[in-house]
């Protein structure tokens, strides 16, 4: 096992301290969360013990780790982890290509980020406008973690979110 890594009994790879412990190509890490989110993290899919440090530490640990939780990977986080390289987004509070990370089980910005992002995702807003309120209601909190910006025609008129509608008449 590298440094920074520990074994917690149920056998989940568990990220703590300042290890990197292994890294993953992004096509490798998906199918690590996908299994991951369908319980092989141990028997019956438990979470490690860090994350029932509180009962809305384990529904956020649950969320980041089912497919609906994914979209946390778009939303920047403002507990001020974006300080450090390995925290891009939200869903880095709580997992990483080195396994299930403590982080967010301690850290109440993550977690009251994760539960507002599920709320908004139950009453069907799409990404654009759940990245806007977490922006909005947590901007002043911390500095966000360097989340690229949204892309796709659903984000403005002109595509990307932020550009400015394209400009008719160019040859």
């Known amino acids: 096992m590298r440094k920074g890594m520990r074994e917690p009994r149920n056998g989940a790879r568990v990220a703590h301290g300042g290890g990197l412990g292994w890294k993953l190509p992004g096509a490798l890490t998906l199918a690590y969360l996908a299994l991951l989110s369908a319980g092989c993290?141990?028997?019956g899919g438990s979470l490690p013990t860090f994350a029932y440090r509180s009962r809305e530490s384990a529904e956020g640990y649950r969320y980041a780790?089912?497919?609906?939780g994914r979209v946390m990977e778009k939303i920047p986080c403002y507990c001020g982890c974006g300080q450090s390289p390995l925290f891009r987004s939200l869903l880095d509070c709580f997992v990483g290509p080195e396994g299930v990370r403590e982080h967010a089980a301690s850290c109440q910005v993550c977690l009251d980020e994760a539960r507002d992002v599920r709320a908004l995702q139950a009453r069907?807003?799409?990404?654009?406008?759940?990245?806007?309120?977490?922006?909005?209601?947590?901007?002043?909190?911390g500095p966000p973690t360097d989340t690229p910006p949204l892309e796709g025609p659903a984000t403005t008129p002109g595509g990307v979110e932020g550009s400015p509608p394209p400009q008719g008449g160019g040859s």
């Open 41 to 43: 993290t141990g028997s």
């Open 65 to 68: 780790l089912s497919a609906e």
């Open 124 to 141: 069907g807003a799409p990404l654009p406008e759940i990245r806007g309120r977490i922006e909005e209601k947590y901007g002043r909190v």
